[in-house]
């Protein structure tokens, strides 16, 4: 059984690019969830896939957007990047639509992202 | 809106000892779960245990237990024998159905030789 791998590991960026991440969600899980980690700051939810729908978001700007793929793997694009992008993006991946407790969530290791 | 409030941003403890983190939650919801996850420098958050809002019994994972007070919207975890790759951050969360995880800002656990 394989868990949530993140890519790539670091990426630095200049102000107004565009960025993609990319995660592979666990095997057998069906829903993968964004978030964003500011230095010495908890996890903020940024949105959830569910078979390849976001069925969830949090409040972040629509420059941040995703998508997820037939294999549950999942993407998060941010364009336009600023300064205050700059951040651990974790992605977690679980079974059921809105993320069931009973079966976990499982985190990747992230991607920390500095935009200059 | 669920919130989750981490007031220790920072605690050390002597290995073997016991330590106690603080968490107080806020929720309007019913049918919640509360986790508390580590992040070691690997960055990869790692579930250290759940309880589920309607059981009434402490949940415990070997050297981790945890302190549920409903009426009071408090779970704290105690650390009992710590050892040095307990340190890291530690994050208390909580989940609803139809809401995702809300974390707390980190509580980092320095454990002492």
């Known amino acids: 059984e394989t868990g949530v791998t993140q890519s790539p590991t670091h990426l630095i960026k200049t102000r107004g690019q565009q960025v993609t991440l990319r995660c592979s969600s666990q095997s057998g899980h069906n829903t993968v969830s964004w ?11 940024i ?13 972040f700007p629509p420059r941040f957007s995703g998508l997820q793929f037939p294999n549950y793997s999942s993407e998060l694009n941010v364009n336009a990047l600023e300064l205050d992008d700059s ?7 679980s079974l059921g639509a809105h993320g069931d407790p009973a079966y976990g969530y499982t985190f990747g290791s992230g991607t920390r992202l500095t935009v200059v | 809106a669920q919130t989750v409030t981490q007031s220790q941003p920072e605690m050390s403890v002597q290995e073997a000892e016991t330590v106690t983190l603080s968490c107080t939650y806020d929720t309007s919801e019913s049918n919640y779960y509360l986790f508390w996850y580590k992040q070691p420098p690997s960055r990869q958050m790692i579930l250290v245990i759940r309880q589920e809002a309607y059981k009434q019994q402490n949940a415990t994972e070997n ?7 409903k009426a009071a919207k408090s779970f704290s975890l105690k650390i009992s ?18 809401t995702p995880l809300v974390f707390g800002k980190g509580t980092r656990l320095s454990v002492i030789a």
Request: aromatic share 20%; charged share 15%.
């Open chain 1, 35 to 45: 978030y964003q980690q500011a230095l010495g700051q908890g996890p903020q939810f």
């Open chain 1, 47 to 59: 949105f959830q896939y569910y078979r390849e729908e976001e069925n969830g978001r949090g409040n």
């Open chain 2, 81 to 98: 024998d710590s050892q040095l790759g307990d340190t890291a951050m530690y994050f208390c969360a909580s989940f609803s159905p139809n």
């Open chain 1, 87 to 93: 951040a651990l993006y974790l992605c977690a991946s």
């Open chain 2, 63 to 69: 050297r981790f237990s945890v302190n549920f007070q």
